[in-house]
């Protein structure tokens, strides 16, 4: 599980302050398979990170489950996000300078190049002593090019094919969640142009994103269950 990871959870508990909020009860089936044979289980849901201000107002959303050390950079990306606009005025300014983020951000993504990065950097006066930092987004390669010597490299794959598997399903999401559900969750802020509550966009979240409507008994399962059900006119 993603957040199981202990670089993971050592990351949020240290720079965060994190709250697990479930939006709708777990759903759970139970199959019959007859004589005395019956098997129960959770179905699989979906997660999504919010970053928010001390008050509660939405920064950005990582939607769905992602490589752990992808992860672990959308996080800083998220704490830095943050230590960015923190120095705002007041709210309106604030606002603008998040609309400013997730446009550029769309501007991008709808370029078909990756998202732009944001990074911190030492600020000196001129006789050489450091005077805080600075933070600026730009785009990745720059960083890239600037820290190669510091990546990190992506974990060996395991050699068990189950393990494999779902090794090469944990890329495919992340890469799916970069490039497509961001960028919807981009596009769908910076439309609100105030900053919004993770209860105001939580549903067309997961609804138009995620695709697992909070209001479908069915999480849009109801197709596959009765439209070819042989015996549906008895029931």
Same mark, same amino acid.
């Given at each position: 599980?993603?957040?199981?990871?202990?670089?993971?959870?050592?990351?949020?508990?240290?720079?965060?302050?994190?709250?697990?909020?479930?939006?709708?009860?777990?759903?759970?089936?139970?199959?019959?398979?007859?004589?005395?044979?019956?098997?129960?289980?959770?179905?699989?849901?979906?997660?999504?990170?919010?970053?928010?201000?001390?008050?509660?107002?939405?920064?950005?959303?990582?939607?769905?489950?992602?490589?752990?050390?992808?992860?672990?950079?959308? &996080? +800083?990306?998220? #704490?830095?996000?943050?230590?960015?606009? *923190?120095? %705002?005025?007041? $709210?309106?300014?604030? =606002?603008?300078?998040?609309?400013?983020?997730?446009?550029?951000?769309?501007?991008?993504?709808?370029?078909?190049?990756?998202?732009?990065?944001?990074?911190?950097?030492?600020?000196?006066?001129?006789?050489?002593?450091?005077?805080?930092?600075?933070?600026? &987004? +730009?785009?990745? #390669?720059?960083?890239?090019?600037?820290? *190669?010597? %510091?990546?990190? $490299?992506?974990?060996? =794959?395991?050699?068990?094919?189950?393990?494999?598997?779902?090794?090469?399903?944990?890329?495919?999401?992340?890469?799916?969640?970069?490039?497509?559900?961001?960028?919807?969750?981009?596009?769908?802020?910076?439309?609100?142009?105030?900053?919004?509550?993770?209860?105001?966009?939580?549903?067309?979240?997961?609804?138009?994103?995620?695709? %697992?409507?909070?209001?479908?008994?069915?999480?849009?399962?109801?197709?596959?269950?009765?439209?070819?059900?042989?015996?549906?006119?008895?029931?």
């Amino acid at each position: 599980m993603l957040f199981s990871n202990e670089n993971i959870a050592t990351y949020i508990n240290f720079n965060f302050e994190p709250v697990w909020v479930s939006v709708r009860p777990v759903p759970r089936v139970t199959i019959d398979f007859g004589n005395d044979v019956i098997v129960k289980r959770t179905l699989h849901g979906n997660v999504a990170t919010y970053a928010c201000t001390a008050e509660g107002k939405v920064l950005d959303i990582l939607p769905g489950i992602y490589e752990p050390v992808a992860y672990l950079d959308r &996080l +800083e990306q998220l #704490r830095l996000l943050h230590k960015w606009i *923190a120095g %705002a005025r007041d $709210e309106a300014t604030m =606002a603008g300078l998040l609309m400013g983020y997730h446009q550029r951000q769309l501007d991008s993504l709808e370029s078909n190049q990756p998202h732009l990065k944001l990074a911190e950097y030492p600020m000196a006066s001129i006789t050489g002593a450091e005077q805080g930092t600075r933070i600026v &987004l +730009e785009p990745a #390669r720059r960083i890239a090019a600037r820290r *190669a010597a %510091a990546h990190t $490299e992506r974990a060996t =794959a395991p050699s068990d094919s189950r393990d494999l598997a779902n090794w090469e399903a944990l890329f495919i999401d992340t890469s799916v969640n970069e490039q497509i559900r961001r960028r919807d969750i981009h596009r769908h802020l910076l439309e609100q142009q105030v900053l919004v509550t993770p209860e105001q966009v939580t549903k067309w979240l997961y609804r138009e994103v995620l695709h %697992a409507d909070l209001d479908d008994p069915y999480l849009g399962l109801g197709n596959v269950l009765f439209d070819n059900y042989p015996f549906a006119h008895r029931d």
